[in-house]
Nanobody
Framework: HVQLVESGGGSVEAGGSLTLSCVMTGYLYTAACMAWFRQVPGKGREGVAYVYTSGDRIGYGDSVEGRFTISSDKDKNTVTLQMNSLKPEDTAMYYC??????????????????????WGQGTQVTVS
């Protein structure tokens, strides 16, 4: 079965940078939609960024565009989120998610948590 494992969370001062990584195992197709979401207590999951691992589709949430960069390695089924110029409002639990094709429909679909079947356990990011 498909498993996603995140790493790289932690604490950082405002203006700093962090890199999150996610490895997917058990996936049987050659490419996937992989994404990062975040959630703070009492709120729904917010789409941060997504990528189609064949390299021809990327999208970002409005709140992170220009500061975060998502990248993927199709052969290794990994996705990385480089987060720069971090702000206290970026503090959240960050989740990696994956699905086969639904992110290709539109940016809105790619950033919608309902588009993803597979989820990691999350990694905490705290910006102070």
């Amino acid at each position: 079965h498909v498993q996603l494992v995140e790493s790289g969370g932690g604490s950082v001062e405002a203006g700093g940078s962090l890199t999150l990584s996610c490895v997917m195992t058990g996936y049987l197709y050659t490419a996937a939609c992989m994404a990062w979401f975040r959630q703070v207590p009492g709120k729904g999951r917010e789409g941060v960024a997504y990528v189609y691992t064949s390299g021809d589709r990327i999208g970002y949430g409005d709140s992170v565009e220009g500061r975060f960069t998502i990248s993927s390695d199709k052969d290794k089924n990994t996705v990385t989120l480089q987060m720069n110029s971090l702000k206290p409002e970026d503090t959240a639990m960050y989740y990696c998610a994956a699905d086969r094709l639904r992110c290709l429909a539109s940016r809105q679909t790619g950033l919608d948590n309902a588009s993803y079947n597979y989820w990691g356990q999350g990694t905490q990011v705290t910006v102070s």
